[in-house]
């Protein structure tokens, strides 16, 4: 039998975008290598506190644009002539690119490197995620750090896993420096190889790097049963896609492997204008509840996936024969299909996630 594969069956990929790379609003460009663990507290070599406040410009008693800090009214009758300062709890514009500039990240279009620097819409996908004190939440691709402190203002421990190890080192010194004594962990790592994390994540909220965005969502839904629901943020088609019924043009192997492990919903555009710099393609908040237990086993699960990557490589081809490399050849594979109760004339965009466990059923039955 073919190992099923996550992600998009040759043929089923988003069409490309007119850049050579496609922008990652994560601020990164997706990578391979694992790290090891990036401390809490550990300053990068040659980079002190002090230099971080300066080089931010998080000086105590200013606030800037998208910090969403609210201080007292200096105007106001008590006030004693100075406005107290005021912490902030968010980064904004200036500070993200300074921080890039401290630490020698040009964020260009070719290399995909795009920065949320808006709160808003920070807070706004806090909000979508219904997150909690109570939630350990799992963040792919933390960036500067944007999205993770607006994800600890809820009191929820954060578990950041981050492949750059610029990055992965700055993040818990500008969370200590904006949220002192936050629980934050971070991992350097490369999220499609991580298969342990110290807390059991309940939450999934992130960024993700859009060309490995379906891959590193299911990898993470395999590997952390304990990850209930989430938000992601992903390119605005490829995320139709994972929220699409059958039958849809958009439906294709994305969606049926999302609903593999539960409801898959969109959740609200995202302005490329919220975005250091601007990327030239839209986004998307998808929202997710996990079924409240498996829908089957592991092994059905891996035929399960192997049937849909055959039914959407020649989507256009009626089952009988774009699975017949998978079960076999053309008359195996419609007898097969007949004992499933599929019509072997139907193609695998009409097909639920059930309909394809049936048929994998009758496979491993033979």
Do not use: C
């Amino acid at each position: 039998m073919t190992a099923a594969r996550h992600g998009y069956a040759p043929g089923d990929e988003p069409v490309a975008t007119t850049d050579a790379t496609t922008p990652d609003p994560r601020g990164e460009t997706a990578g391979a290598g694992v790290g090891r663990p990036g401390g809490r507290h550990a300053a990068p070599a040659g980079i002190s506190t002090d230099s971080i406040t300066e080089a931010a410009g998080m000086s105590t008693g200013s606030i800037t644009e998208g910090s969403d800090a609210d201080g007292p009214d200096a105007d106001g009758p008590d006030a004693p002539g100075e406005a107290a300062p005021v912490a902030r709890t968010l980064l904004g514009p200036a500070e993200i690119r300074d921080l890039a500039e401290m630490l020698g990240v040009n964020p260009t279009k070719k290399l995909g490197q795009n920065f949320v620097i808006d709160g808003n819409t920070v807070r706004r996908i806090v909000k979508v995620a219904a997150i909690t004190s109570a939630d350990t939440v799992v963040e792919v691709g933390p960036g500067l750090g944007s999205l993770t402190l607006g994800l600890l203002e809820t009191g929820a421990s954060v578990v950041a896993v981050e492949i750059d190890e610029r990055l992965a080192e700055q993040l818990p010194l500008t969370v200590e420096l904006m949220h002192a004594g936050a629980p934050l962990t971070v991992i350097r790592a490369d999220a499609l190889k991580i298969t342990e994390i110290p807390d059991a994540p309940t939450r999934l909220v992130a960024n993700l790097p859009y060309n490995v965005s379906v891959p590193v969502l299911l990898h993470l839904l395999e590997h952390f049963a304990s990850i209930r629901a989430g938000v992601v943020m992903v390119q605005a088609e490829v995320g139709e896609r994972l929220a699409a019924p059958p039958g849809s043009k958009v439906y294709g192997s994305p969606s049926v492997k999302a609903a593999w492990y539960g409801q898959f919903r969109t959740a609200g555009k995202v302005s490329r204008q919220v975005f250091w710099p601007v990327p030239n393609v839209d986004s998307i908040l998808i929202a997710f509840e996990r079924r409240a237990a498996p829908l089957e086993s592991e092994q059905l699960r891996l035929a399960t996936f192997a049937l849909v990557d055959g039914a959407f490589q020649q989507r256009r081809k009626m089952l009988r024969q774009s699975l017949s490399t998978v079960l076999g050849d053309p008359t195996t594979a419609s007898a097969i299909l007949t004992e499933a109760g599929i019509d072997p004339t139907e193609r695998g965009e009409q097909l639920t996630v059930d309909n394809f466990l049936a048929i994998a059923r009758a496979w491993r039955a033979r």
